[in-house]
């Protein structure tokens, strides 16, 4: 298979949310990677995943991470794990944009439940 080189320009985008925006660079059944930006203010609903398992790393901004009860501040250049069945969200309490990406294993597919 040819490699094929991707940005936020030539591939899929799709917004959730509160006006927030995501770009999916790769996604098979084993692998999502996805770059998201999170405006002020914004935050995801609190889930969990059955089998994935995902990493999120912030390029730019600072990210605020709730995880079972816990609460993390990512800054740029920083990431978090997250295990099969953690309950969690990401938050932007700050005033500036937030990017990051989202990488799960395996890809979520139908694995999220909102709670």
Not at 4 to 22: E, F, L, P, Q
Not at 46 to 61: I, K, S
Not at 64 to 92: C, M, R, W
Request: glycine share 6%; net charge negative.
């Amino acid at each position: 298979m040819k490699a094929k080189v991707v940005d936020i320009h030539n591939t899929v985008h799709y917004t959730w949310g509160a006006d927030c925006d995501s770009w999916v660079l790769a996604n098979s059944t084993g692998l999502s990677i996805k770059q998201e930006t999170m405006p002020p203010g914004s935050k995801e609903q609190l889930h969990f995943h059955h089998l994935a398992q995902q990493f999120f790393y912030v390029l730019n901004g600072e990210a605020t991470f709730y995880s079972d009860n816990h609460k993390y501040i990512l800054k740029a250049q920083q990431g978090i794990s997250v295990e099969p069945k953690s309950k969690h969200y990401i938050a932007n309490e700050t005033a500036t944009d937030i990017n990051f990406l989202v990488i799960s294993q395996p890809a979520i597919g139908n694995d999220r439940v909102n709670l």
